[in-house]
């Protein structure tokens, strides 16, 4: 394999144990974006088996996925626009959120046609002003208490907009505003039993946001939620799982002074030799990394020269590399660069990093 994805499920595992330490709340392990690049299925199973006891997606069709592959653990897939096969999603006992009166009322039809209840989550907007019910509130809830025979009501929840801010007020404000609409469901008679709120932020940082279930997706990566206000993955006693490894296709020695890659943007400071990796921005990596990450090859770090190209990349290994063709790089993973350093350098987050990870790069379970 030229270029491969190693997904350490011993990691995932220690992960979940980690946060388990952390809560006595249910976990449901987000899967979404075929585990945020690691494999959706792999990492279902192993959440399952080290302690998650549900599952969470965005999309239906990954729901359908877990389903195909034989998983029977509850399932929610939460971000499911009008039209989409509904019936189906009931058939499978997927789990469906509901966000607006249109969309409950979609459902509520699928399932006149399937003759199945739905199990039905309702997301509230307490703040983040992305998914959820807001203006519609009183309305969505006198519908929901007038339909309240055609439904399971399962769970209730929103999502922290700044967990990764521990100390900001704005996440006080949006526990309040949750608390004001759980009184406001009850009132309607209506006893969700599942209320979930927490993302891995505040898992870590806010035992009193975690309710009957939190919602674990980035530290069961193995990955901090975010390095700045939270620390790295070491000080929150996480391992990640992912490293990502790619072939050296060509060691070559270089002068000072030669310019390396498209656009000439790297000059050669000394004689060195160069590696030519064959992982480029088609395999996930961000060009705009180019000049600033970097890989490790035999524990010495090697740092990118030049831009990233579609399929391949430069890295300086240093004028006495013993490096050879055929090699494999680390580009990162728990040693050497890691997916924090990638993310920093192209002016984003680890999430972004593991989750654009080509396709064309398989997947290896270790
Ligand atoms: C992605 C997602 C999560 C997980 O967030 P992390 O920061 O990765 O833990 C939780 N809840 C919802 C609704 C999400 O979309």
Known sequence: MRAVVEVNLKA???NIKQIKSLTKSEILAVVKADAYGHGLVPVAKQALTSGASWLGVALLEEAFALRAAGITAPVIAWLTPSGEDFA???KQHIDLSVSSISLFEEVLGAAKVSGIKPRLHFEIDTGMRRGGVLDEWSDFLAFAKERSQEYELVGVWSHFARADEPDSTFNVEQENNFELKLADVKLAGLNP??????NSAAT???PAAHHVMVRLGIAMYGLSPDVNTLGTSQDLHLIPAMTVKAKIHLVKSAKKGEAVGYGGTAILGEDSKLGVIVMGYADGLPRSASNIAGVLHNSKKAPLIGRVSMDQCVVDLGADSTAKAGEYVTIFGPDGYSADDWGKASGTINYE?????A????RIYT
């Open 12 to 14: 995932i595992d220690h």
């Open 88 to 90: 189906s999603a009931l």
């Open 193 to 198: 039993k599942i209320i979930h709120l927490s």
């Open 204 to 206: 870590i940082t806010n």
């Open 353 to 357: 990093i593991t989750t654009r990870i």
């Open 359 to 362: 396709a064309r790069v398989p």
